[in-house]
């Protein structure tokens, strides 16, 4: 049987990865932040929202211990985390500044890859946080990246369809070129190691995929050296599999699909036991927990399920769940309800509305100090650690960090206030104010697609292509469309 134990909706955007380690769940999304839970309750912890990373937030993954985590985004970087205290160890940046789509931490916490929508790998010394080496395909996004066991091999697969092994010296050691003729969306190692002949290892390898004409699945593939082996063809769900992972025995495979379900298989026998349909959206991430029968799913909903697994997960769905404590929620709704108050027009609330937001956040020590430096919305927006510290004299580091958090949270709600997603820049989530048209057709906030260009080699964000010139074209239709959307809400 499998039930539902709790949701978690605290991310605002599309939830993109999750992961267990022992006492933990960390998850992550286009709103740009990291949530970090305690695995004994879900309850968040303290230091959490991680707001580190400048865009989307695409993968996250524990170290073994579990006291370091490694975060991936559109802003070229790989930020390692402190599950202590959620302080930055390191910021990782990917050669070329290419948006990082995918990072994986070998079992042993001794390399960490990174992989990047241009197709450059970068293998790191995850101790020092030194860069030893890059390679990569070229023309093509890698998306999925998996260490086997002994953490010598890892293998990686791309929206062009190939699954790719390679050594510690980025050497192929095989590759199948059509693994998946519409992408391979991820993939991941057993946790076991098989003997074989002559004592060679036999990692098993699932890698989730788009596939064609209706049909869904998983194919499993066992690695002999320079060879790719098919073992089963998994098709129990209807539409493109997105994400895939395998309990900590190796016995129980689960994945999430474009057609919003979850399936957990028998791993060994390619049995499906089981198929949960709770999202009401794409399903986006999953994993097992590494001690406990937990399994935790992500969503384009916005939403984390947290499953509990029993008798082999062999009995039927329970459509209900316990929900989050009443009280928790509760509070929860509630200040996201005051953060949202005026969610588009923050840039131009009074000095009155900002003091207001004060009190509603618990912070209502500060408003004389804002109205002394007459701090209105557009201001409040701008806030930096520096202007915290040396404008308003605010010396308490965790006061500043507070703050900034929920300011961050102010401008994320726009992405869940029913905005059209038409007027949302692609490479910020915010509602835009000078829109533009790039080379790619698409439509940008100006300042946010010139710093882009001006650090990621004139490549579009949309498409990773180049753009064949820096013009950008004042979109004028679509300014009045947001400022009508605007005056309307």
Same mark, same amino acid.
């Given at each position: 049987?499998a039930s ?10 599309d ?5 267990f ?7 992550c999304s286009?709103?740009k ?7 004994r309750?879900? !309850? ?11 865009y989307?937030v695409h ?5 073994t211990?579990g006291?370091?985590?490694?975060s991936?985004?559109?802003d070229a970087?790989t930020?390692?985390?402190?599950t202590v205290?959620g ?10 500044? !290419?948006?990082v789509?995918?990072c ?8 960490l890859v990174s992989?990047? !929508?241009d197709?450059?790998l970068?293998?790191w ?7 030893l ?6 023309d093509?996004?890698?998306v999925?990246?998996?260490f086997?066991p ?9 929206t062009?369809?190939?699954l ?11 590759a199948?070129k059509?693994?998946?003729d ?5 993939c991941t190692?057993?946790p076991?190691?098989l ?7 036999h990692?098993l390898?699932?890698p ?14 066992s ?15 209807s ?5 895939c992972s ?14 919003k ?15 949960l349909?709770?999202h #009401?959206?794409y ?8 001690? !406990?029968?937990?399994i935790?799913?992500?969503s384009?909903d916005?939403s ?9 997960c062999?009995?039927t #769905?329970?459509k209900?769940g316990?929900?989050l404590?009443? #009280?928790?929620a509760q ?9 949202s108050?005026s ?7 009074s ?9 509603e ?5 500060l408003?004389?100090r ?6 209105d919305?557009? #201001? ?13 004299g605010i ?5 500043r ?6 300011v ?7 992405v869940c206030?029913g905005?059209?997603d038409e007027?949302?820049?692609p ?24 710093i ?13 292509l180049p753009?064949?010139t ?16 605007k005056?309307?809400?």
């Open positions: 049987m539902l134990v709790c949701t978690l909706q605290d991310h605002q955007d939830v993109n990865w999750c992961s380690s022992a006492k933990l769940l960390a998850t286009g709103d932040t990291v949530r970090v839970y305690s695995t309750d879900f !309850s968040e912890l303290p230091f959490s929202p991680l707001t580190g990373h400048g989307s993968c996250v993954c524990f170290s211990c006291q370091f985590l490694a991936c985004s559109t970087t930020v390692v985390w402190s205290t302080d930055i160890e390191a910021v990782l940046e990917h050669p070329g500044r !290419s948006s789509r995918i994986a931490l070998s079992p042993d916490s001794v390399h992989g990047a !929508s197709g450059t970068a293998l010394d995850f101790p020092s946080k030194r860069l080496r890059t390679g990569g395909v070229s093509t996004t890698m999925a990246c998996s086997s002994c953490s010598q091999i890892f293998a990686t697969g791309s062009y369809g190939d790719r092994l390679w050594d510690l010296d980025l050497n192929q050691l095989g199948e059509n693994a998946h519409l992408g391979v969306s991820c190692f057993a076991s190691i003997s074989g002949q002559n004592r060679q290892f990692p390898l699932c989730s995929y788009q596939p064609s004409e209706g049909l869904s699945g998983q194919i499993c593939r690695f002999v050296p320079w060879k790719l082996q098919l073992l089963s063809t998994l098709t129990g769900q539409a493109p599999v997105l994400c395998f309990s900590s025995d190796g016995r129980l495979l689960v994945s999430g699909s474009v057609d379900s979850v399936t957990i298989y028998d791993a060994n026998n390619a049995v499906l036991l089981h198929t349909t709770h #009401e959206r399903v986006t991430a999953c994993c097992f927990s590494p001690v !406990s029968p937990l935790a799913t992500g384009m916005k984390v399920n947290i499953w509990r697994l029993e008798d082999g062999r009995g #769905e329970q209900g316990k929900s404590p009443e #009280e928790s509070t929860s709704s509630e200040g996201q309800a005051s953060a108050r969610k588009l027009l923050v840039a131009d609330w000095e009155e509305d900002v003091s207001e937001w004060l009190v956040e618990g912070l209502q020590g408003v004389d804002f109205k002394a430096n007459n701090m919305g557009s #201001e409040l927006l701008r806030l930096t650690k520096e202007t915290l510290a040396s404008e308003l010396e308490s580091v965790g006061l960090a507070k703050l900034l958090r929920k961050e949270e102010l401008k994320n709600d726009s206030s905005i059209p007027f949302l820049c490479i910020t989530r915010e509602l835009m104010k000078e829109p533009v048209i790039a080379a790619d057709g698409y439509s940008y906030e100006r300042e946010a697609i010139q882009w260009i001006n650090t990621k080699n004139r490549s579009s964000p949309m498409t990773n753009l064949l820096t013009l950008l074209t004042p979109n004028h239709t679509l300014k009045m469309a947001i400022s009508r959307w005056t309307s809400h």
